[in-house]
């Protein structure tokens, strides 16, 4: 294979084209307006240093998709020549498009409980859960791992589905999930509500003070269907984050951010402490385990989330309450003084 079809795999796929140029630039440009709204009505949603630390996740992923884009691409179009039991016709092309879209969020849904569930796969996702913070910004902070690992999930759409398809559908299902990781837009009228996700429901699957739920991404139907879904309620605002430090892993380092968990999951599978199964494919907490950054699922007995089990929920919310609500919470200091050179200087030097 040329270098230039590995790298644009597309290419070799007839009627394909790559969006993910387009997909970047619409979330920017959200991003901007989430940016310009904020200031204008006074709310701060945006530290500087966790917003550097989320476009630096970006560029790291954007930069490994293109090192591995034809391992997405080409075993996806590879099944379908082989193996496709429906060729498209201008008969049946409706329902191939809408297959491709139902099972796109079908598969989604799937494939992000599962990486809530399984040490392995959350290794992958970890990353967009560890931000403090919840804007536009969040939605750029993903791992490269989360293009790897879930992807064989959407092979069973290569019988029925040409990769054209799927490939514009999977985009499809990315673009319309950019606009829920916002804190400025409230709830929604009851049947968008209802039937949509939203960024009420996302931002209860975001926050830690409420357990993990709604795993959907485009309809909250899945989790009504299959009993994952929450409320989000006026009572308890909702904690984002992994734990009630300000800096996740006690660094800004991304390169740490991405792969930590992953070497958490195999320093435990190599400690001889749990089976290999429960190490890979089970959520294992507790001392000894996988900490600091384990507080994704609660402790129905003791209330308490993750590490933190010893304490209350509740005390726990309302600790990193004060500080989110605080626009100058002292407790908080690196997050509120600009940058200087000292900072470039030893941000630069820790990543290297």
């Known amino acids: 294979m040329s270098a230039n079809n590995w790298f644009a795999p597309e290419r070799s ?35 500087l240093r966790q917003c550097i630390n989320n476009l630096s996740s970006w560029l790291l992923t954007t930069l490994y998709i293109s090192l591995v884009k034809a391992l997405l691409v080409l075993p996806y ?10 060729q498209v ?12 879209f139902v099972y796109s969020d079908a598969i989604f849904y799937c494939g992000h409980r599962l990486a809530h569930e399984c040490n392995l796969m959350w290794s992958a996702h970890v ?26 999930f959407y092979w069973p759409l290569a019988l029925v589905c040409p990769p054209e398809v799927y490939f514009f559908h999977k985009f499809l299902n990315q673009i319309l999930q950019l606009w829920v990781h916002t804190e400025l837009i409230t ?19 975001h926050a830690r ?28 605002k909702p904690v984002y984050g992994l734990n009630s430090q300000p800096v996740v892993q006690g660094t800004y380092n991304p390169l740490w951010h991405q792969v930590h968990h992953l070497v958490a999951t195999f320093r435990l599978a190599a400690s001889g402490k749990v089976s290999l ?34 304490v209350s929920a509740v005390s726990i919310s309302a ?5 989110h609500d605080t626009p100058f919470d002292p407790s908080y200091p690196w997050e509120r003084r600009p940058l200087g050179a000292l900072d470039l200087y030893a941000g630069t030097r820790r990543a290297l």
């Not at 008969?91 to 297959?99: E, F, K, P, Q, T």
């Not at 490269?144 to 064989?152: D, G, I, R, V």
């Not at 600790?319 to 500080?323: E, K, L, M, P, Y």
């Open 277 to 310: 199964f429960t190490a890979f494919y089970t959520r294992t907490t507790g001392p000894g385990m996988i900490n600091p950054t384990t507080t994704d699922k609660a402790d129905e007995k003791s209330g308490a989330l993750g590490k933190e089990k010893a």
């Open 13 to 47: 796929v007839p009627g394909m084209t790559d969006l993910t140029g387009t997909l970047n630039a619409i979330w920017a440009g959200i991003l901007l307006t989430e940016v310009v709204t904020s200031i204008a009505i006074g709310r701060h949603v945006y530290n």
């Open 209 to 236: 003070n409420y357990g993990r739920k709604n795993f959907s991404g485009l309809f909250i139907i899945w989790d009504r269907m299959f009993g994952t879904f929450q409320e989000e309620r006026t009572d308890r």
């Open 77 to 86: 179009a590879w099944l379908h020549s082989k193996c496709a039991l429906v």
């Open 319 to 323: 600790r990193a309450a004060v500080r």
């Open 127 to 152: 990353v967009h859960h560890s931000s403090p913070d919840y804007n536009y910004s969040t939605g750029f902070r993903a791992s490269f791992l989360e293009h790897t690992l879930p992807f064989m």
């Open 187 to 205: 709830k929604l009228p009851w049947p968008i509500e209802f039937i949509l996700v939203t960024p009420s429901h996302h931002r209860v699957h």
């Open 89 to 100: 016709t201008p008969d049946n092309s409706r329902w191939v498009h809408l297959a491709a």
